[in-house]
């Protein structure tokens, strides 16, 4: 069983910016991908940005590119979402997930999520 633990959400000003952090623990495979998700009040959960098990290949969803940056410490186990240039729009809460590959991301694991507010 792998647990995910998020960290580093919360309130922040419009342009400004956040680092969330993913600790997974347990039986985690740093072979494993890696991805964040969000699901904003009364919306479905979307697909944020996702990294391969070796850190290789990233994934953006389009509004986020150039914004948003994914990367992961396999000695840590640990993978973080730096975001800048923060919009209202972002205002989510963030989910981690783990699995096999990127395309399987939304059938593995899940952390919890963590509350990222942007005020405009």
């Known amino acids: 069983q792998v647990q995910l633990v998020e960290s580093g959400g919360g309130l922040v000003q419009a342009g400004g910016s956040l680092r969330l952090s993913c600790a997974a623990s347990?039986?985690?495979?740093?072979?494993?991908?890696m991805g964040w998700f969000r699901q904003a009040p009364g919306k479905e959960r979307e697909f944020v940005a996702a990294?391969?098990?070796?850190?290789?290949?990233?994934y953006y969803k389009e509004p986020v590119k150039g914004r948003f940056t994914i990367s992961r410490d396999n000695a840590k186990n640990t993978v973080y979402l730096q975001m800048n240039s923060l919009k209202s729009d972002d205002t989510a809460v963030y989910y981690c997930?783990?699995?096999?590959?990127?395309?399987?991301?939304?059938?593995?694991?899940w952390g919890q999520g963590t509350q990222v507010t942007v005020s405009s």
């Open positions: 997930a783990t699995g096999p590959t990127i395309a399987t991301l939304s059938s593995g694991f």
């Open positions: 990294i391969s098990g070796s850190g290789g290949s990233t």
């Open positions: 347990g039986r985690p495979s740093s072979n494993y991908a």
